[in-house]
């Protein structure tokens, strides 16, 4: 490894010697564009991901840019393994991803697998906190993820291949094609990516300690995305987009485990397309129709090689339809109405065919979601965003989900605001929590959440460096939270049980401008979540009021990005708070604690133009210090690693 | 321009510390003395997967708990559910279900000796004597055969039946009686096997009801196997559990006592020290005399909401322990009766108390 590490910096310096001679690129400086603030999103809770911080991650997956560059917690059970979000102290199923407008978190399980969305495929990534998840769908406790493509109507022609060599023999390909004119334009992206993801860690938990290397934890990837935009005439606008990924993997054991060789793997395979029509009627009034269809499927195999035994062959496929009709009616300057209706129907099913268990369910569900978001400006300082939704899932009413925030500018000219949102929202059960064999729930009541946030969103300029501050505080209750217990029946069931209250705060800073000859940006993300579950089961504790387990009380990071000419290096520091690994109380006596960690990775790139063509050589160093840590318990994550990337762009 | 460039290097190969402490801290440290008295361990499972199983020690005579003395004492988890363990000679031996090994210890200082590994989901260890033991599984269909001395797999006994649908026969406990050792086959079975320990192959087996999971022999040298019956949707039955007498020589059921529901769940069928009464858990504790000629309808220690998990009789004084697994996420409490049924003293210990051994 270090002879082949050896062989790319070489390579690396004498490629930056040579290039000294060539035309070197224009280096501009980023423009800020303050737009008058526009009524449609006022009020709201939200964080955009600066878009260099997506081209930063744009070969990894959507976990790692999360973990490292937003306020929200990713739980992940290792590299290339599961991960999922956990928002403000809510659990995975709390959080929604949206891609394009359409909800891809199982209808099944509830959760999105954040470990297999490629970033490369992204074009725009907001996080909407709390109850402003409402504007886009109900049941988002914690908050949604919104994921979102775009044309770039200025782009005739642009192509990009991207090579990717990594430690633990990963290899990444991404090449994409855009084309088109003022009335259409077509996006092409395909990855595939593949790892052995054999690393080398402590293992503290066997004895003696030793060196491990990590095994059975291969994968890889195949995913594709093609975009097609039409702009009929001004006033219309089709949008098609198709994504379609398939990822294998093994899943590795925890670092205790010395027995004989089980395999464990899973396969994911995922379509998704959708079509949407975008009219604007007339001054006044637009019209946004879509329709969407996703499936998924995935298959978990779990087997005994010694002994031909299979214990787990769970395949579960879903189709989902999603229908939507938006109308946006600007009444007047200061006033803007949006009733619209969502018609979703799922079906899925799920079968294990493992000997003794032979067992699943087929099952459907309809979804009908009627909303009407009212936005009005009273003066120049305050604006109201009022939205109410009614769902009725498979002929059950669901109660009112209503949202109301209020936005107050402090000073005329200043992009400063002071903001409020309250919100009350449901969470429907999953159809796991419904109908799974043994120990589903068909009695099972929706999740209630309340949520306040208040806050402030201010932009304004240090000397002559731009800076963005937003601080907010929230709360939030969430009653009759479903948990899966072990019965005396000798299976687990799915029941409303837990009242878990969280508060926090979360701040987002940016500063960034120019000095003396560098461009830097420096982003900072901190959140402080305390949660603490009161339910009324019975307790051997009298402590209840304990934080739960996996949420971290503090994490922060820290992104800087410094550009020097055709140079780039970036620097992400991440802190991690420690967190509690089983609902047990702080004095409890076997309470078993992960600690907390930092990380550190460094990035140092290269650009160089050679007329048209562009070449970007990239050196990146991930956890830097070589920590020892982990995000789940006994599950190993890897030390330093290195990745070696070369893009042509033309 | 080339600073940069051997500044790019310096900073490459500059950090190279490792941290080579663990990452987790576990517990509060007890001090832990030598401890050659009477004592109970509890082994407590912990969750599936989560690799949080611990053990824990009770001095009879000072009447104290101490917690996790596995990582204490040797600095490392126990592994993924424990499922049992026996005290033979100097050392007690563990077996660790979903970490695949049994680790021997000492039973006096709880310092690691060795670790047998490579099994595929060990349940139960049973000791001949100082040459020979043996190691159930649930998954393989083999008895593992290893020396308590020098900690080695010796060999393997087949217990494989191909026929089956169901992954046969697995084993669970395993009692020695004379030169035969029953074993029963709990998981989607119905059999007790017998094994002959001096040439380790099966001579026999024993058609019983659906899932025996606890074996016992009683003073008048009869062997009891409490069933559990199966469960809704079982592939291979359901029915109502029971409790079967056989007798040890001719392998002959004498007496079968039949649960009156299907959703009974009796478990941790044990004796007390003069194997004339048994016990066993039915959501309440019960007793029964072993020439009892029916179920006892009232129960012995009533649970009044506890989640009774697991228990065992102190042979010397008939002191009853059993485990509440409060709601199998929180740490468990042993309550300790008398053989009144007073209850003389409760403490903490770790998640999922499982299992019972004294030393």
Redesign the interface.
Known sequence: MIKN?LII?ILF?CI??FS?DITDSLQLNEVVITASRSLQNSALFKVTIDSFVIKQNKENSLSDLLTNNSSVFIKSYGRGSLSTASFRGTSASHTQVLWNGIKINSPMIGQTDFSIIPVFFIDQLQILQGGSSIIESSGALGGTIVLENQPEWNKKFEMTINQEIASFHTYGTFAGITLGNEKWQTKTRCIYRSSLNDFKY?N????P?RYDIQKDADYYQYALQQELYRKIDTKNTISFVLFGQYNDRNLPK???????K?DESQQDKNIRSTLTWNSFINQKINVQVQTAYAYDNLQYYRY?N??N?I?NDSRSFSNSFFNNLEINYSISKNTIIKPGVDYNYYKASIFDYA?????GYNKERNEISFYTALIHRFNSKIVANVLVRQEIVDTKDIPIIPMLGIEYKFIQDKDFFLKINVARNYHYPTLNDLYW??GGNPNLKPEKGYTADIGIDFKYKVITQNAVTKLSSFVSQIDDWISW??T????WQAMNLKEVFSRGVEWYQKIDGKLLKLNYTVIFNYAFTLTSDNYS?????ENRNHQLPYIPKNKYNLFTKLEWKH?YFSYNHIFVDKRY?????EN????????H?YLNN?S?GRKIKVKKNEFDLQIK?DN???????AI??RAMP??YYTFTLQYKI | ??E??LC??F??FF??????????????LDSIQSEKSRGLFVL?EG?F????S?LSYYSINNKEII??IFFNV????L??VAQSMIVYGDYAYIA?N????V?VINKDNFT?IA?I??????RYVSILNEKKGYISDL???EISIFNPSTFEITGKIDIGNKNS???QHTSEQMLFYGNKLFVNCWS?DNKILVIDTQQDKIVDSIDVRIQPQNMVIDMNNKLWVLTDGG???N??GYEEPALIKINTTTHQIEKTFVFNNK?D?PGDLCLNGSGDTLFFIN?NVYQMAVNSTQLPTNFFIPSL?K?FYAMIIDPVNSDLYVS?A????????IYRYNYKAELLDSF????NPGFFCFK
């Open positions: 590490l910096v310096i930056n010697i000294s402590y503290t938990t066997v004895i300690y925890i670092m205790s485990y010395e027995g004989g089980i005994f010694q002994f035994y214990n000997p003794v268990i032979q067992s064999i043994p217990m072990p005396e029946a000798r299976y089961l019975k307790s051997a504790d140079f690994t089983s609902p047990t109380s409890n006596p076997v309470e078993i604690i992960l600690n960690h460094i140092i160093i830097l210090l070589n920590t020892d840590y982990q318990l006994f030390g330093r | 321009m080339k940069i460039h790019i290097l900073i490459l950090f190279s510390c490792k941290k080579e402490e663990p990452f987790y801290t576990i517990g509060k407590n969750n997967m989560f690799g949080n611990s917690n996790d040797n600095k490392s988890p592994g993924d660790i979903n970490s695949g090994k680790y690691y670790k590994t490579g099994l595929t989901s060990p998954y393989s269909n649908q169901f992954n989607f469960y809704q949707g592939l291979f959703e769940s959501s909401g989640l509440d409060v709601d199998y996420q929180k740490s468990g409490i903490q210990v770790g998640i």
